[in-house]
């Protein structure tokens, strides 16, 4: 048997997934980056394993993606994140595969559009990294103010009927208005539904500046918040999927990305 | 903001100060290119014309001394006949600021938002650093785009400027007569400065022919290195085709020409060899928009680096600069002078022009004829000229199926990392396209 | 120069024959559409059409009539099948006119400006000479209810035309350059005459090919610019829009290099000197056609050849391997 493993190295987190030839994932780890991203790599790799009951060295080829996917030792290979996005979003097993046209990754302190062709190849893509509109910086900055975990501010938005308005998709100005709307004694929930509005309508922004296709599916850490998803189909007005293990997308991209290299012939995506 | 004028020393540490930041920057590119093993031998005079300038500052090593060439003018944009110039029996540089500590030191006296060559250029006009700034006895600066217009102004602090008004529009008898009453203004101007140096030369018929001539055979031999860029792999890389065309602006016209031709001899024989830097093809690039002056290769690195060919640069320090050639049907002076005002006006697809319809057409040429996989579209933040047009570019090759990066960027090294990623995930979707 | 120099020896041996061919028996016919000036004399090699034209107009009868339209025809096919290149290649008066252009070359003296407005104003002189050559004759052979008209103006365009005083000059023949005191109506045109013929010589010193501008042949042989077999052909993706053409064309077409879409550039006012194709410096941007095949292409080694003596000697790498 053999077996794959990417390493997606982002900023915030740093996230493994191994692989066995026949595409079936057999182990998902994350850990936060800290200081030393190949350091935590290693160790994840070493738990995957162990979880795995597999020793290191029988991983045919590892392929590290994200912001510091250059600096993994372990890597025999690197791709972008643009490629592992769009290589993880089609042969994650979901039944919707056939139909993603765009891939919608909010990352920790990135947002990517990636726009596919009906071959399942990249088109185009957007990135930001300049600031933190539309990241998930966003909400971790937002959830700070008003105490909230991360994990509770998106079921709170779920449960608001009338979102308050926050026009500002800057953090640093949107704080102010949080605060105002606060000091106002709005509703806890209208208000964090607003700010995921806010996020929201930043990313459908970018999304029709790369011109994007229906089919959409989200990936990175944000797609874990249920508010986020709500929010975003309502400004795309379309309906946007949500893969198993979003955060992961990356990561399974890139060990895919090493199956085809191994192999040296490509798996055809489309499920 | 101005803090109020250096006192002397100030301004002399300041310089040098300059001057070593420049020379450690370009001295590091010239050394990449020195190092790379299958470099051509005729590169190397056009390595050296660089490091004069900007590294060992000792440019009149390869210009000449004071004597052979009474003066020195400046020149910015690529409107301003060198024909002229040279008749006269002067020396023309080009001017446009490629360096980030020059554009750090320019900034002060810039607006914010303003072109990055321009603050360039107003920084290495201040120091006087790198010295072919402080070397010309005069500046030329046609009415281009906003900053250069108001750029004029302020580089009249620091050495003699004349303004050559440019019309924006054209195809119309008004703007022709207008532009050939300009060239004839600087005709006479330069006689008034030849006067003012104690040379005897007055632009004739006799000279200026020469002077075409002279332009004409580099004109000929830039081509013949347009023409080497089509093969497949091209027959040398983009950072040095940028290395021999950026030596055009320092150094005399009959000398570049004459290395110029034994660097396109040498390249047309080890085509034989098939010289090649890898075995996979590697995917082609068309770099568009705002130039990318020496040392700014910040962009043309990047895509080296990630494995694409840029075979053709169609700003104007690239494949532009000597591509069009005046016509010398008729040969008496007025003729000559209203050809040359054609050849500067006419073909010139800069965005500055209105309608630019015709840098569409020779885009789409330039696609075909060099096969090219993908186009990096280059802004330079400010650039809103070159920005404006990114739309229509965008759509004609979105037709062709050709995919277009758009990159905007200024003169400093921050952003080179996210560069990187949006360059390489780039030029790995044309890697995949092709595959297929 | 290949072009060009081509032409010079096909206009030197067009104007030998037209002005002298007499002299060894060559006549080419009554319906040449070409200024070749039966005025020379004995000596020519073949008569302008015009002046057939307006004489045998101005004799009237069905005869005579029947045998302008057997000339009319065979001149149309002339024109069809080689178009204007009677005027680029052919005509004498072309050629004293492009002689006197090098003249103005060799001595540095300016071309006067010639916008194209003022080729529209030129427009209604042109049609004014043509219908002169038309209506006139036809009034002095069917007067009709208009009072007669003399007949010592059975040929009013040939009186006006400079060619009927310079080609005879050119050929030897000075006493053609003169008034005709055979009445006062002779007095008056010819009088016209040599004030137009003056003003062409001068004009044309001063501007390139100056009576092509007035020409009525030349205005008869346009009418037939859309279906004449000799084409200008442009390849518009090849085009860098230099605009060496537009300076080196002498009639002043700038829609040629202004052209961004049709391969056929042929205009009404192309004389197909080819000094456009000789300007060129790009690779098969202009050439001529001759039913669909085109010869005479552009090319950029011809251009720095001719232009800048830079011989390519190995060619240089133009084609992808």
Redesign the interface.
Known sequence: MNWFLGIDAGSTYVKAVLIDETGFVKGRRVSATGFNAEDVASRLVEEICGEACIASCDICGIVATG?GRRRIGDAGNN?????AHAMGALRNGDAENGRIRTIIDVGGQDLKVIILGD?G?????V?N??CAAGTGRFLEHMARILDLSLSGMGKLALTSTSPCEINSTCVVFAESEVISLCASGKNLADIVSGIHYSLARRIARMARNASFKSGVLLTGGGALNPGLVKTLEDELMTDVHVPPYPQFNGALGAAFAALEAGQKTPLTGMS | MIQGELSETMHQRHSEHLKRKIAANASRLLDAVRQSPVRPKGLDHFIDVLDNVYVSDDVRSHLGGKEETPAVIGLYCMMVPEELIYAAGFIPLRLCGGSYDAFLVGGDYAPRDACPVVKASLGSSLRGVPSVYGLCDVVIVPTTCDAKRKAAEELSRFSEVWVLEMPHVKDSEASREGWRCQLYGLAKELNNLGKRKGSKTKINRSNLKKAMELIGAASYQARRLFSLRKLSPPALSGMEASIALSAYGFDRADIWTREMKSLNDELENRQGERVSRCLQRRPRLLLAGSPSIFPNWKVPLIADEMGADIVVDESCVGDRLLYDVAGLSEKTLDSMIEALAARYLAPCVCPVFTPNDDRLYRLIELAGEFAIDGVIYHVLKGCIPYDFELYRVERIFRERKV?VLRIETDYTLEDV??LR??I??FI??LA??EK? | MKLSKLRWSVQSLAFVVLLFGGTAGIFLGFFLPTLSCPYVGYMRGGDCFLLNLQFHLALGGWNVYAGIIKNFLIFSLLVVLAGRFWCGWICPFGFIQDILNTLRVTLDVKSIAFYETVKKNFLPIKWFFLGLSITVPVWIAYPLCAPCMLYDLSMPFCQLCPARYILPLAAGNPEKVSLNFKSAATVVMTSLGLVIASAALVGSFLKKRFWCFLCPMGLLLSLYQKISFMRLKKDCAKCTMCEACYLACPMNIGEVFRERKNADVTYGDCIFCGKCIDACPENDALGFSFLGKTFFRSSADAFFRNHYRIDPGRPAARKKE
């Open positions: 912001y791709v972008t994140e643009i490629k071959a190849e990249i088109e185009s893509f990135m990294d300049k | 995919p990392e996210p990623t949006r390489e995930a790995e979707m995949g396209k297929k």
